[in-house]
């Protein structure tokens, strides 16, 4: 079936660095999600995309969607202790969907 | 707008006993969804509801699993009997169809099965 192969898997860095993580897959797909989720919560949405080419920003998050319609990355800049959770890319994968994929998630923390 | 609410935010039960988690979905969407989150299998969707008729339960894990929709405002996850294998976040989230946009999840049921 379709997955989404989301990296790095988790990730350590400073209070002020910039962040930066993929997702990748083997088949095409017309909308690219991404959401983050805090400890002991839901999964919130960030970022939608539905062009590829598109490059979507939402404060310090960047997201682009790969214009082969198969990859997708997220950018954090000047990341800060509350950027801390689990990000997941997902997908749609044709007009009509409901089925999102979602990747394996990124787990983010922030050093201050 | 008070989002998706679920309830109980967190049960705990012993083995062999029924469990019924419940969910209002966001007024005016007509999608609703059940998934399950763990941490060696992801968000995995259970069951899919469009107008409150279920469309694909091809993720419900075997027969003790059941879902419902009676409105447009509730639906309910049953496990029936529950076993320790189904301790899990179950999450369930709602979108309006007009569009591709993204699922609004609830806080989820933390639930252990002792």
Not at chain 1, 2 to 12: A, D, E, G, K, V
Not at chain 2, 51 to 68: C, L
């Amino acid at each position: 079936g379709q997955q989404l192969n989301q990296s790095p898997q988790s990730m350590f860095i400073q209070e002020g660095e910039d962040v930066s993580m993929n997702c990748t897959s083997s088949s095409i797909f017309n909308t690219w999600l991404w959401y983050k989720q805090d400890p002991g919560e839901g999964p919130v949405l960030l970022i939608a995309l539905y062009k590829a080419g598109e490059l979507t920003s939402n404060g310090r998050l960047t997201a682009q969607f790969g214009i082969t319609r198969k990859d997708s990355f997220l950018n954090i800049s000047a990341s800060i202790p509350s950027d801390v959770g689990i990000y997941f890319c997902a997908a749609y994968s044709g007009a009509g969907s409901y089925q999102l994929t979602f990747g394996k998630g990124t787990k983010l923390s922030v050093i201050p | 707008d008070a989002g998706v609410i679920q309830s109980p935010r967190h049960e705990v039960t012993e083995m062999g006993q029924e469990v019924t988690l419940r969910c209002k979905p966001i007024s005016g969407h007509n999608s609703l969804f059940w998934y399950r989150q763990t941490m060696m299998r992801g968000l995995e969707l259970l069951i899919y509801f469009n107008n409150n008729v279920p469309i694909d339960d091809s993720g419900m894990p075997e027969d003790r699993f059941s879902a419902k929709m009676p409105n447009a405002s509730f639906s309910t996850l049953k496990i029936q009997p529950s076993e320790p294998r189904d301790s899990a976040v179950y999450f369930c989230a709602s979108r309006m169809d007009t569009r591709n946009y993204g699922y609004t999840f609830g806080s989820g049921t933390r639930l252990t099965v002792v």
